[in-house]
């Protein structure tokens, strides 16, 4: 199970069955919450790691975000560039392995949105995939993650818990907010938490 994950295949497999039962069919509330509250992040280039089928990249599109989606099933991107151009909205969706996205995209992006793709990255990757998020983000960028843990076996599919994704992010990223999600779909209720956080500045060297 850990290393199928790892390929496109496993998934691509998910999205030609019909088997893709973490696609929520639209974005995620809590994101719809950020973009309306009154400390919305302002629009800004934004990657979304194992996009999908674009439910949570066109919502920040719709806000004027200038949105680029990675994912490496072929058929969830093909859906995703296919209902942009349906709603009239400018996003680009990209047919890549997230893995390879580093030097190509280096300090590109103001932020970096996830949903459900820490949990679907193989628990050997994960250090990997921080360091992934951490490589395409501007010094001053923002990760904005909605993480669904929980620790039973299996799912979703790996799994993981907010300690884990504390130890893997803070190295790297301040914990500006870190929760438990409001407004979760009813299935993920107490499973979701909601995360911005920012890159650390760098100290200077010779200053600690
Ligand atoms: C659980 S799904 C979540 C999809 C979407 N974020 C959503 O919430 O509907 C995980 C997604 O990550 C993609 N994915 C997993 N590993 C990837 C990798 N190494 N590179 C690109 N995409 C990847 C899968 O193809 C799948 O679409």
């Known amino acids: 199970m850990s290393y199928q994950t790892r390929t496109p295949e496993f998934w691509e497999g998910r999205y030609q069955e019909g088997t893709d039962r973490w696609d929520l ?3 995620a509330p809590p994101f719809i919450r950020l973009l309306n509250a009154a400390d919305a992040p302002p629009p800004g280039s934004i990657a979304v790691l194992g996009s999908g089928k674009g439910q949570d990249a066109l919502l920040f599109a719709e806000r004027g975000f200038e949105v680029t989606g990675f994912d490496f099933a072929p058929s969830a991107v093909a859906r995703a ?3 942009a151009q349906t ?7 990209l047919q890549r392995d997230i893995f390879g996205l580093y030097p190509e995209f280096a300090d590109r992006f103001d932020y970096v949105l996830e949903h459900t793709c820490f949990c679907a990255i193989d628990p050997a990757q994960r250090e990997a995939y921080v360091n992934l998020v951490r490589s395409i983000l501007k010094p001053q960028g923002e990760l904005i993650a909605l993480f669904w843990a929980h620790d039973r076996p299996g799912g979703p599919p790996h799994g993981t818990t907010p300690d884990e994704i504390l130890r893997q992010f803070t190295p790297n990223f301040e914990p500006a907010v870190f929760e438990r999600a409001q407004d979760s779909i009813a299935s993920r209720q107490n499973e979701e938490y909601f995360a911005r956080f920012r ?10």
Request: charged share 15%; aromatic share 4%.
């Open 25 to 27: 069919g639209q974005a």
């Open 81 to 83: 560039a296919e209902v």
């Open 87 to 93: 709603r009239g909205l400018s996003a680009q969706f």
């Open 199 to 208: 890159v650390k500045s760098v100290l200077p060297t010779g200053k600690g």
